[in-house]
């Protein structure tokens, strides 16, 4: 336990909340959110939470003009007894301080966002949606605030945590995506920020995500950036590839996001026995095991998009179909299991669900 008291101020009016069954991805935000500031000579002080809305900055903020951020993302879920569970948070806050690191942010006391993290899903336990295959999305972030456009690292952050009710991130849920492998940009580069969840990783790749969209593609398979051979993720998730029993997942080679939903996928795939393998797998490898029949099936990982099945990858003028655009039986147990375990019906044998009371 941390020593810094969270003092709440609690929202004298609620707002209206969405339909359960009709949710988007990220459009709408609970009653609460968490703030904390950061000053050199206070260290992160003034730990709140208070009602939802606008923030105040100055317009020289360094944020607004060098993008020094990060950010991460957990979800809390209900169980059918109507309790509240978060899903490895510690994970995500041990990795927000390895972002920060990256980012030149000051390391924050990992006891207090936990604490504010589990604070604030508490008091804001209704906002919870409860249709199958939703959650509450739980979204920390620090950025720099002190009013200086010089080209330095900021002495002043705030870190807030705000919540949001969603549903499915692929309007196709459970059901097989199409998948555009990018050939020209790239998301990260060996040496650069690709493992921190910073801003700017993402705005870099709007305008690649838009280009594929219009050809009816729902995500971009990144190629390394070095030498635009290997496979690094799918959109903002990690990417898995069962090819002649085998499953196989880009190692964390520097330029790839650690994924809890990653780390939890190779865990319950060894629990069960079945070989994972960490390594580099190029595209012409995949290709050779599509034409061969090899590639039985194939599947991104993330928090927003939990498992989400491939049923095709286009890669230059080549369609690879993937397990008849159905979704695999390996995918959906493990897509069955890991829900299982967040929404309270499978056992929590690695114990990685915290309850909030
Ligand atoms: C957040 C993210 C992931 C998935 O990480 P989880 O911890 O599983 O949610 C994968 N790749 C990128 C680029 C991400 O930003």
Same mark, same amino acid.
């Given at each position: ?5 969270i ?10 909340k ?5 949710l ?5 935000? *609970? ?5 904390? /500031? ?7 002080? /003034?730990?709140? !939470? ?16 060098? $993008?020094q ?28 301080? %390895?972002?920060?690191? %990256? ?48 080209? =330095?690292? *900021? ?31 790239? %998301? ?10 910073t ?54 080679? $520097? ?7 990653? /780390? ?11 070989? =994972?393998?960490? %390594?580099?797998?190029? !595209? ?40 008849d655009n ?21 056992e /929590? ?9």
């Open positions: 336990m941390s020593n810094q008291e003092k709440v101020t609690l929202s004298t009016s609620k707002k209206e969405p339909k359960s069954d009709q988007p991805f990220g459009k709408y935000f *609970s009653d609460h959110m968490f703030i904390m /500031d950061y000053k050199p000579e206070l260290g992160w002080y /003034d730990p709140r !939470i208070v009602p939802y809305g606008p923030i105040e900055l100055d317009p020289a903020a360094s944020i607004l003009h060098y $993008g951020t990060i950010f991460e993302g957990m979800k809390a879920y209900v169980d059918k007894d109507g309790g509240a569970r978060i899903f490895r948070p510690e994970m995500n806050v041990k990795r927000l301080n %390895r972002s920060n690191d %990256r980012m030149c942010i000051p390391q924050v006391d990992e006891d207090i966002v936990l604490e504010a993290v589990k604070k604030i899903v508490s008091i804001d336990q209704d906002w919870i949606p409860n249709a199958p295959g939703t959650a509450l999305y739980i979204r920390p972030y620090v950025f720099a605030t002190e009013a200086n456009i010089n080209v =330095v690292p *900021s002495k002043e952050y705030k870190l807030m945590i705000i919540l949001s009710p969603v549903g499915a991130y692929f309007k196709e849920g459970l059901n097989p995506v199409k998948i555009a492998v990018e050939d020209k940009y790239v %998301r990260a580069v060996p040496g650069g920020t690709g493992e921190a969840k801003g700017g990783n993402y705005a870099g790749s709007f305008r690649v995500q838009e280009n594929v969209a219009k050809k009816g593609f729902s995500q971009v398979l990144w190629l390394d950036g070095a030498e635009h051979k290997y496979i690094e993720e799918v959109g903002a998730s990690n990417v898995f590839f069962k090819i002649s029993g085998e499953v196989v997942t880009p190692a964390l080679t $520097g330029s790839i996001l650690h994924g809890v939903t990653r /780390d939890s996928v190779i865990k319950l795939l060894k629990h069960w026995g079945v070989p =994972v393998t960490e %390594r580099r797998i190029s !595209i012409e490898e995949l290709y050779a095991a599509s034409l061969e029949g090899q590639l039985e099936e194939a599947f991104s990982s993330g928090t927003a998009a939990v498992i989400s099945p491939i049923g095709q990858l286009t890669w230059k003028d080549k369609d690879l179909v993937i397990n159905k979704i695999g039986e390996l995918t959906q147990k493990v897509y069955d299991t890991l829900t299982g375990i967040q929404y309270g019906t499978e /929590d044998v690695f114990n990685w669900v915290t309850e909030i009371k």
